[in-house]
């Protein structure tokens, strides 16, 4: 039982272009959620999904796209990279009913120059 | 002004003292309270969660919930060097669905030998 894993680790990135990131959970959960993480700044929510097949809109879409195929995968999608999505990205999944826990990735650190 | 406040330190402290991390909150709806800790360079860990007003004890963390306050704090008794790490409270108004907690900005806590 891996959890929740995020491929790759980290990316160095040049303005314009693009990439994705691939958030993986092994655990059956039915919600997903990507988070950027910026120094001061605390976790902030791009997008998530509550099953698969559908995505929803958090706090910071602007510049990212996902999808949500297959249940134990939701990818993460930068079109165009711009500096300012330097950060470091966490992906989580939960559980649905209970405590509804949250398991987090270990994260990805890209870096866009 | 954010819905979750933060204090982001750094606070350090030596062995053993009691650790006290707090949150203030505006969202008068919230119901669910958590904790979460974040080593340097990994995805955040739930730590305590608790429903409504109260406190909760787990080993030497206690978490403590004033919803009168809008306040929450987490306590470590007994600090040790392996606490040093980020703490991220969080919350959220409901249960169930696809209701997204909302994180501080999270205290970073140092533990010196």
């Known amino acids: 039982n891996a959890g929740v894993t995020q491929t790759p680790k980290f990316r160095v990135l040049k303005t314009g272009q693009s990439m994705t990131l691939l958030c993986a959970q092994d655990m059956n959960h039915e919600y997903m959620y990507w988070y950027r993480q910026d120094p001061g700044m605390g976790l902030r929510l791009i997008h998530y999904s509550v099953g698969e097949g559908t995505t929803a809109k958090g706090e910071v879409p602007d510049g990212y796209n996902v999808s949500r195929l297959k249940k134990q995968n939701f990818l993460l999608g930068l079109e165009s990279a711009a500096p300012s999505q330097t950060s470091v990205y966490f992906c989580?999944?939960?559980?649905?009913?209970?405590?509804?826990?949250?398991?987090f990735g270990p994260g990805t650190r890209l870096l866009v120059l | 002004q954010k819905e979750v406040e933060q204090d982001p330190g750094p606070l350090s402290v030596p062995e053993g003292a009691i650790v006290s991390l707090n949150c203030t909150y505006s969202?008068?709806?919230?119901?669910?309270f958590m904790w979460y800790r974040q080593y340097s360079r990994k995805g955040p860990e739930l730590l305590m969660y608790t429903y409504s007003s109260g406190n909760k004890e787990d080993g030497r963390f206690t978490a403590q919930v004033d919803k009168s306050s809008k306040y929450i704090s987490l306590f470590i008794r007994d600090s040790q060097p392996s606490d040093s790490a980020t703490y991220l409270c969080?919350?959220?108004?409901?249960?169930?669905?696809?209701?997204?907690?909302?994180f501080g900005r999270g205290t970073s806590l140092i533990v010196h030998p």
């Open positions: 989580a999944s939960r559980t649905s009913g209970g405590q509804e826990t949250q398991y």
């Open positions: 969202n008068s709806a919230f119901q669910y």
């Open positions: 969080a919350m959220k108004y409901a249960s169930g669905g696809s209701y997204i907690p909302t």
